[in-house]
C-alpha cells in the first residue's frame, strides 16, 4: 500500500482577480515545518490562506490542488478541512466566557458535559491559566486572549496551522513568547505551518522556509 503523503501540499495553486494572476504557489510544507509568505500590501498574502480555509471570496478563481495529508481538500467546505488559523485579532467570542470559547473548539467525538469540562479544564492548565474558566475575555491580557485563542484552534484537532500576521498586535515581549508557544507546538505535534506576515522578525523566529510574493 503507497502511504498517503503528509503535509500541506499547495499543487499549482494560482488566484486570479479580475482576469490578473494575483498569487501563485507550488509547494509542500512538511509536518512540523514553517513556510513564511512575506509580500508587500495587496499581494494576495489573506487570499492564499483563504484558498485553503475555503473562505475564497467569488470574486477570485482558483486553479490547482490544495491537499492535506493526501486528501485534495480543495472544494471541501470550510468545517471539513481540517485547518487552523489564527489572526492579528484573536475573535473570541465577547459573549461567551473563556471556557465557552474553547468549548467552542472541542470536536464532537469529546463527548458528555463531564469529559467536555475536563479537557477544557487541562487544556486551561496548559495555557497557564487554570480557574479561568469562567472569565471573560474582556478581562484578559492581550498575552492571555492570545494563548487562548490559540489553545481553542488546537482543540479542534487541526492536521495543519495559518498564520495570519497572528503575532502584529503583541508587544515586543509578548509578541517572541507567543510566537514560541505557536512554533514550539506546531513542531511538537508535526502540524505543517504557513505563515503570512510584513515582519521579519517572525519569519526567523520560524526557523523555515521564506517564499516572497
Ligand atoms: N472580497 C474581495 N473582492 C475583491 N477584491 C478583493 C477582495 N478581498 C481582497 N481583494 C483584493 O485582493 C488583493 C489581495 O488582497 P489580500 O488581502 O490578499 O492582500 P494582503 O497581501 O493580505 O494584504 P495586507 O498585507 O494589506 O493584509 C487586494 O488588491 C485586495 O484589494
Known amino acids: 500500500m503507497v502511504e498517503a503523503e503528509r503535509g500541506l501540499r499547495l499543487e499549482g495553486v494560482a488566484i486570479a482577480l479580475g482576469g490578473q494572476r494575483l498569487v501563485a504557489l507550488d509547494t ?98 496548559a495555557i497557564g491559566l487554570a480557574g479561568f474558566f469562567d472569565r471573560d475575555p474582556a478581562t484578559l491580557s492581550g498575552g492571555q486572549r492570545a494563548r487562548v485563542a490559540l489553545m481553542r484552534m488546537l482543540l479542534s484537532e487541526p492536521c495543519a496551522l495559518l498564520l495570519d500576521e497572528a503575532f502584529s498586535k503583541l508587544d515586543a515581549t509578548l509578541r ?8 514550539d507546538t506546531a513542531r511538537d505535534q508535526g502540524l505543517p505551518v504557513l505563515q503570512v506576515t510584513h515582519d521579519i522578525s517572525d519569519a526567523e523566529a520560524a526557523q523555515g522556509r521564506q517564499h516572497l510574493l
Do not use: W, Y
Not at 477570485?60 to 489564527?86: K, N, Q
Not at 517572541?176 to 512554533?183: D, K, N, T, Y
Open 28 to 125: 509542500l510544507i512538511r509536518p512540523g515545518e514553517t513556510l513564511t509568505v512575506m509580500g508587500p500590501s495587496g499581494s494576495g498574502k489573506s487570499t492564499l490562506l483563504a484558498a485553503i480555509t475555503g473562505t475564497l471570496a467569488p470574486a477570485f478563481t482558483l486553479s490547482g490542488r490544495v491537499r492535506l495529508d493526501g486528501v485534495d481538500i480543495t472544494h471541501m467546505p470550510t468545517e471539513a478541512r481540517r485547518v487552523g488559523i489564527l489572526f492579528q485579532d484573536e475573535l473570541l467570542f465577547p459573549h461567551l466566557s473563556v471556557g465557552g470559547n474553547l468549548a467552542f473548539g472541542l470536536r464532537p467525538h469529546v463527548r458528555g458535559r463531564a469529559e467536555r469540562r475536563a479537557r477544557i479544564e487541562e487544556a486551561l492548565e
Open 176 to 183: 517572541g513568547q507567543i510566537r514560541e508557544l505557536v512554533f
